[in-house]
DNA sequence: ATAGCTGCAAACTATTTGCAATCCC
DNA sequence: GGGATTGCAAATAGTTTGCAGCTAT
């Protein structure tokens, strides 16, 4: 499943209007993490990244990770493991998380719960919930 | 301030119970973490424990929360730097997530809402609030 | 007595950085 | 052209592990 025209175009526009220099590498890595719902490790991304940019580095990926993060163009994901885990899912969702191995899924639900613009002293911007359980492949696993 | 003594002596009875030896460095882990509200970092809590037993080695360290993790009296928590952080409250609550400096608090929210039992596919045990704001201290630094 | 712990040092994994070459605008 | 970006390799940070000696039960 191809990532439509459209979204790839909307990220070379993101960038230009950011000040971000359109590279190969960068849509690469862009594209890749939007093609997956599993929030990957920055390996898993490199490893997918490597198919269509066979001499992409490791430290690129790295660096555009970090990059795209910082301006708000993907997520950085909450994590359990031992490595950061990226989304480029921007818009406000929750995590399913996998107890066992670590897996990372999206959830939409409908809370009706905002929460308090300040508590013990910090200005609240925004929350995120975990739901911790078993996903179905460790299930059949057990 | 101290952890009072029932709190140690409950984890001594705690460790027998489960099998573990009661050793210096692992009461030294346990009661700093005990005593701090602030979910350290595995390094800052080896510097804690130091105070207490000078020639701690990092490794212990790391071996005792592991430990003390896997048998529940501590938890690990989800987290965005670069290192693993621990709490040893192990009941149920949320946490404020300051964005700038990374700090955790705890949070006790009333929040009547329960997860659902099963959702795509994943068997649902537990689930976490994360608030993301700013602390105190970074809203006078800015 | 002995299984479990600890300290040390070395190994490993994840991530970051310096720098020269290269590429977009 | 020129600053941003990349690839490589080396450096760093965080964590884990092997092993010999020690300690709680």
Known sequence: MLMSLSN???????CKELGLKVTP?????YETLKNRTD???????????????????????????????ELGLIRRVAYFGNS?????????????????????????????WTPPEEIMGYKVNTFGLNLFGI???????S
Chains 1, 2 share one sequence.
Not at 44 to 64: G, M, N
Not at 88 to 110: M, R
């Open 8 to 14: 790839i175009e909307s990220f070379v526009s993101a």
């Open 25 to 29: 590498q960068r849509i690469a890595v």
């Open 39 to 69: 929030h990957p490790t920055v390996e898993e991304i490199y490893i997918d990244v490597k198919e269509k940019q066979p001499f992409v580095s490791l430290a690129t990926v790295y660096r555009t990770l970090e990059t795209l993060e």
């Open 84 to 112: 950061v885990r990226y989304d480029a899912n921007v818009s406000h969702h929750h995590h399913l998380i996998c107890l066992s191995c670590g897996a990372i899924s999206d959830v939409e639900l409908n809370i009706s």
């Open 135 to 141: 996903c179905p492949k460790c299930q059949t696993k």
